[in-house]
C-alpha cells in the first residue's frame, strides 16, 4: 500500500486544517488507517485511526474532541480535521495503514503542520 499526505502548513493558533491520506496499490488489505505526529526532539505520538470498513475511531488523548478522523472509501482517503490548533499540536504529521486494528504496516510520507501562537 502506497500512502500520500498532503494538506499541511502553517495556520495561527484557534485555526482549522484538513489533511488528506491517499492510498494506492492494495488497498483491499487495509483494515485500519491511523494519522501519527511527531515534533522536533519529541518520540513520535498517535493521533487518530479509523477502521476501513466499520468506522470505528480512536484518538489520542491530546486530540480529542478537537480533532476527527474520517474516511472516504470511494476515494481511498482518510481525512483528519483539525480544529481549535493549539501550538504544541506543531508537528510532521504522517498517515500509516495496517492490515489489523491499531497496527501499522505501511507508512506516508509526513507533512508539516506550523501553529503560530
Known amino acids: 500500500v502506497q500512502l500520500q499526505a498532503s494538506g499541511g502548513g502553517l495556520v495561527q493558533a484557534g485555526g482549522s486544517l484538513r489533511l488528506s491520506c491517499a492510498a494506492s496499490?492494495?488497498?483491499?488489505?487495509?483494515?485500519?488507517m491511523g494519522w501519527f505526529r511527531q515534533a522536533p526532539g519529541k518520540e513520535r505520538e498517535f493521533v487518530a485511526a479509523i477502521s476501513w470498513s466499520g468506522g470505528s475511531t480512536f484518538y489520542g488523548d491530546s486530540v480529542k474532541g478537537r480533532f476527527t478522523i474520517s474516511r472516504d472509501n470511494a476515494k481511498n482517503t482518510v481525512y483528519l480535521q483539525m480544529n481549535s490548533l493549539k501550538p504544541e499540536d506543531t508537528a510532521v504529521y504522517y498517515c500509516a495503514s495496517g492490515k489489523r486494528w491499531l497496527t501499522y504496516d505501511d507508512w506516508g510520507q509526513g507533512t508539516q503542520v506550523t501553529v503560530s501562537s
Open positions: 496499490g492494495r488497498t483491499f488489505s487495509i483494515y485500519t
